[in-house]
Nanobody
Framework: QVQLVESGGGSVQAGGSLTLSCDTS????????MGWFRQAPGEEREGVAL???????TYSDSVKGRFTISEDNAKSTLVLQMDSLKPEDTAVYYCAADQRRGLCSSLHASLRPFFTYWGQGTQVTVSS
């Protein structure tokens, strides 16, 4: 059974950095789309960054240039490096995965429900 487990959340001041990790060791599909999503209180869950099995990445406009999504295949880990954090980045961050690589074509909300596997989330709090 596939289980995704996030870690690395915490509290940081604005301008600081955090690195989120998602253990994907139970996910063994050759073709896939994986990504990071976030949900702030009272808001809908939104896509932050995606990466497919060819290494192509997509970022939301709000994090482009500040966040970097990557994979550590040796450790079966999905990573989100977050730099220059802002208070508006405060949210619960979730990793997600699906074997349909086409889900990485867009961060549009309509594709979000199609991700099969989700982690439990990790809290990121950025203070001003």
């Amino acid at each position: 059974q596939v289980q995704l487990v996030e870690s690395g959340g915490g509290s940081v001041q604005a301008g600081g950095s955090l690195t989120l990790s998602c253990d994907t060791s139970g996910y063994t599909y050759i073709s896939y789309c994986m990504g990071w999503f976030r949900q702030a209180p009272g808001e809908e869950r939104e896509g932050v960054a995606l990466i497919d099995s060819d290494g192509r990445t997509t970022y939301s406009d709000s994090v482009k240039g500040r966040f970097t999504i990557s994979e550590d295949n040796a450790k079966s880990t999905l990573v989100l490096q977050m730099d220059s954090l802002k208070p508006e980045d405060t949210a619960v961050y979730y990793c997600a995965a699906d074997q349909r690589r086409g889900l990485c074509s867009s961060l549009h909300a309509s594709l979000r429900p199609f991700f099969t596997y989700w982690g439990q989330g990790t809290q990121v709090t950025v203070s001003s």
